[in-house]
């Protein structure tokens, strides 16, 4: 039989299937997520993708999704149409399972162990009914068989479960299910079911960035992802970045307002993720949250303050497992919330989630991860040590401080080549540009420098001959999208001082990696691996990262971007017990240096404040 | 210097001290508690005593709290009179510390342990400030702390204490007092207080029992107890005793209003305690409980449903610590509820406690405890094996059952002594007679058989000549006390088939005794001590409840009657985490005999409905 390849936009997922497969079918088989409410009847037009390349015809009946200008663009139904050619088929924002580009995924998921053990797992229990000669209490009933399945701990109970017992186990001829918590030191009970109920297990996975906070809804059985939800950080209006949220909470406004927005937050995101998914919240037994050290204080309701004046001290580094409800979020009543811990006051729960998830405390390589978000953090280190640093990079990479920046959602240039004077883009979603996100200024400052638009030290050639080029208040600026190309009608451009702001954000994160791997004596080709983690959306050109001396000049296979790894990390704990207990372990461990009283930083910075390095033997691939 | 020898009663205590010596010192030299509101002053009143043998003359001015009739009859206060004579001071009911009578006290307190360590204790913590070379979190730096006190232990904290920490800390100077609460498997912190608070750290121990409800409230940094109040367990108007509750419990009354109703009883008891001694309820931190099975199903809110049915089964022997909020009890907010554990459905935590606290478990010495309840529980063993059993006594002891019983509270005849037709008796407080108490019940049976007024059949010799005799619908009965010397006006009688209820009690627990004994191969003269625990007020004749079959027939002082030994046992954990834990050692290691099931027990129920048994060589010593 014939096969075709499909190839999917933006994930650049292919998959060769059968002629007269569905493009739905195509999809799942490539591992990605279109949004499918009907369940493939063709009736709720959820799965409107677009042709970009090869021929597919829509069934007629589907037309009715579509005006006649999206026709003509190619837009059909994945689930109503057939292959029958080569196809690239472009999954608009709104028809992925995640929201538009906000990042859900990624990472390599480092477990592999199937035996992975859940932080809460469900026990189906046949108990035999007590007799004269066998009459031990029925928690102590409980307690013997629990330890034939997971052996010899202490079992406790939470009393609004134990008060129930007697009835529950009776009325369901002692055949019940016990939810049960890893606690620190042993076991608890959460709850006890009627029967069997094994097959419904849920989690959430949270990751709580000072931008934005997204959940995942997790089947703890079978380790799937079920929905994926991510929102604004609603603490946004008290302030932009962690530290004026922090003023904001340790001065008149108080901390209570940031702890409600983002529990708030929390509660929405679990809502809709079950309700989508038709799961009660009381079948989700269990949050594993992560965030940097000032947003699990938020989270928690700790103050911060101390967090943001030298000497620089969180309240906790380890949390406290808590009780869901007892910041009033909602799922089961007994549901338990563990927050992920922190190195230090600005090396957070979210670096050691990422840590972990990237597998680099497991074996003897030395690996390291950069964390680019509005702090750079660097961790270095394998099974044996753990050394991390914290930068402050600015909110150039998110999309502040620049003119024409934006987050990576809908609509932001995220791919910039520039050729001959014509700039070519990409944009989040193909929709009408509205400004430029991170990974499309990496792309621009690596454009413009290559083409000789800029030089190293980031200034514009201004007596070049170039239409693009202008000069407003003595700051020269370059177009990348003209007026009537982009959503607003404004020229989006990227100016002299953007590009300041940029090549300070990129010299503050590669002078962190650098003092890192000096301060433990090593050269970056002694670093076996890196990973890059950060909002950059589904694209970030690694090559241009370098060229722009952002990220050391290794070879280009041994840098990989794997997105979001916090939330990675989160998911893996819900998961396993040992990555949650791996997670603690890091955070005891993990060395953090303090770049502020650490004086080569400060000369690797100054240094580093040039295209791609001052010193050009520290980048000798980069032939611009 | 002259040396007086004073007798306090009822307690029989006695002490020698230097003329001119306070009665009130004397007491306490004594061990007997007097209640002292003004502290000596003389102008509360609240230590009146009466001088019964001996000649004390009041100060004049003191004389003012007493009728001329008081002063006649020897009143004094006993803070304001000093010794000149050898005394027999009685202390009326309402000038104990104890309510009048409701057993509190007694047992042997087994510690002995100067190094004992409180369940929850205060430590005082001074920390360095962090510095940027020293910024571990705050939780942290707690934690560093704590473990040079109290060891390599994990440390957790409860949400609500965590979130003030941080100011806490920097409010106070980095000197705070930290309250810990050793758990199963570490330590958890309760609150942090400013500065230090270590002076002030206060426990209540309750004995639930089915009857009456008693607490001591703690000085847990001098051992002292700083307050006891008993009152009747208002449970008892869903039901006299356990079972009938029980059946409340589980058909259309339901649990809530048992649970309720103990929950009430405690409240009161604690607020009356902290409001008599000015203790805020905010610095009471830790409550031990006690009682049988079904009253600590009761107090957690568990069904006990299953108890009462074969195969007698609880919901839970272990109790799980629980905050005392969650059951909607009244002291600091994190505070502590421990529950002492069961046995099995009817050997509960009192007689855990009570194991505990006379030391049974300690050495290999083989000892015994009889508790005589509406339950007899007997427990023999050493610090190897320890086995017990229960047996259903009847309430006659406890005053149910009997024409005039009454429980041991005032007004009760608690002795009784009949010569040559002459009946005295004496009363607890010395009140007008209103009934008679289970000692003076075990008095009148001895009495009446000795006289020959009874048969060994417990059968009245009817053709007898006493005026005291009667007969009544062919009852026949014995006037103990005539109608005009009783409070109410009525004679206090025993009748035939009150006689009958006391021997089938009586043989019930004696058959127990030796049933376990037998079972466990020994003789009565191989078990070093037996103790003997259970409410008969501060009065119980060793002898008489040994001659009428009661307890065995050993060298009388090898018995000893030790009060309330639930309740000190209860005291006992307040005070010593290893206390509590040698509890759940016996709940875990004491067997359990299921009498119903034993074969040989209703044979010696049988043989045992005799004065004092059908076999007199068990009592060579009874010489009627």
């Known amino acids: 039989m014939k096969t075709y390849t499909v190839n999917f936009l933006p994930d650049n997922l292919s998959v060769e299937v059968e002629e007269a497969t569905l493009i739905a079918e195509a999809a799942q088989q490539a591992g990605v997520f279109i949004k499918n409410l009907c369940g493939g009847e063709g009736v709720c037009g959820q799965c409107r993708v677009q042709v970009t390349s090869g021929i597919a015809e829509a069934e007629e009946h589907a037309k009715a999704f579509f005006s006649d200008e999206e026709i003509e663009k190619g837009y059909i139904l994945a689930c109503q149409t057939e292959i029958h050619d080569d196809l690239e088929i472009t999954i608009p924002p709104e028809s992925r399972m995640e929201e538009s580009q906000i990042m859900t995924g990624g990472a390599t998921e480092a477990y592999g162990d199937s035996e992975a053990m859940p932080v809460v797992r469900k026990l189906f229990i046949e108990l035999t009914p007590p007799t004269l000669e066998d009459n031990i209490a029925d928690m102590e009933r409980i307690s013997r068989e629990l330890r034939k399945q997971l052996g010899w701990h202490s079992f406790e109970i939470h009393l609004n479960c134990l008060q129930h017992l007697s009835d529950n186990l009776r009325e369901n001829e002692w055949k019940v299910t016990a939810t049960v918590v890893k606690d620190r030191n042993g076991y608890r ?18 990751d709580v960035g000072t931008t934005t906070v997204v959940a995942q809804l997790v089947d703890i059985n079978s380790w799937e992802v079920v929905g994926v939800e991510g929102t604004h950080n609603m603490q946004a209006s008290y302030g932009e970045d962690v530290i004026s949220r922090m003023i904001y909470a340790c001065g008149k406004g108080g901390l209570h307002p940031l702890h409600e927005a983002v529990v708030k937050n929390i509660n929405q995101l679990i809502e809709k993720l079950a309700g989508d998914n038709s799961i009660p919240l009381e079948e989700i037994n269990v949050i594993v949250a992560t965030g940097n ?32 409800k007892d910041i009033g979020i909602h799922i089961h009543p007994n549901g338990v919330l563990e927050t992920i811990p922190n190195v230090a006051s600005y090396v957070g729960g979210d670096i050691v989630a990422g840590v972990m998830s990237c597998g680099m405390a497991d074996n003897p390589e030395v690996k390291g991860l ?10 270095i280190g394998n ?7 914290s930068a402050s990079a600015g909110p150039a990479f998110e ?33 009408k540009p509205r400004g430029i996100c991170g990974s499309g200024l990496i792309d621009c400052i690596y454009e413009l420098v290559r083409n000789g638009i800029i030089g190293a030290d980031g200034k514009f050639h201004r007596n070049r001959d170039d239409a693009r080029l202008g000069v407003e208040d003595n700051i020269a600026h370059y177009t990348i999208a003209h007026a009537h190309e982009t959503e607003s009608g404004e020229t989006i451009v990227i100016t002299e001082s953007d590009i300041d702001n940029l090549i300070k954000s990129k010299g503050a994160v590669f002078a962190a990696i650098k003092s890192l791997v000096d301060y433990i004596g090593l050269t970056f080709d002694q670093i076996d691996n890196f990973y890059v983690a950060g909002g950059f959306g589904s694209y970030l050109n690694i090559s241009k990262a370098v060229a722009i001396g952002l990220l050391p000049d290794i070879p280009r296979e041994k840098i990989q971007f794997i997105g979001n790894s916090s939330l990675t990390g989160a998911r893996m704990c819900l998961l396993s017990e040992a990555a949650l207990e791996k997670c603690m372990n890091i955070s005891r461990s993990m060395t953090n240096i303090e770049l502020s009283v650490y004086q080569p930083f400060m000369d690797e910075y100054i240094a580093a404040l040039f295209l791609p390095h001052t010193d050009r033997k520290l980048f000798p691939s980069v032939e611009y």
Not at 409 to 418: F, H, Y
């Open 399 to 431: 999309g502040g401080g620049t003119r024409c920046g934006m987050r990576a959602t809908k609509g932001a240039i995220e791919k910039v080549e520039i050729t001959n004077g014509e700039v070519k883009y990409q944009t989040i979603g193909n929709a």
């Open 189 to 206: 009970i959460l709850k006890i079911d009627p029967l069997d109920t094994t097959a419904h297990n849920y989690g959430v996975a949270i």
């Open 293 to 324: 050290t000032t947003m699990g204080h938020f989270l928690l309701g700790l103050t911060p303050c101390s967090i943001r004046l030298d000497p620089y001290v969180p309240t906790a580094d380890v949390y406290p497992p808590i009780l869901a």
């Open 370 to 379: 950069i964390d680019i978000g509005t702090n750079g953090e660097i961790a």
């Open 383 to 389: 099974n044996e040590w753990l050394v991390c640093c």
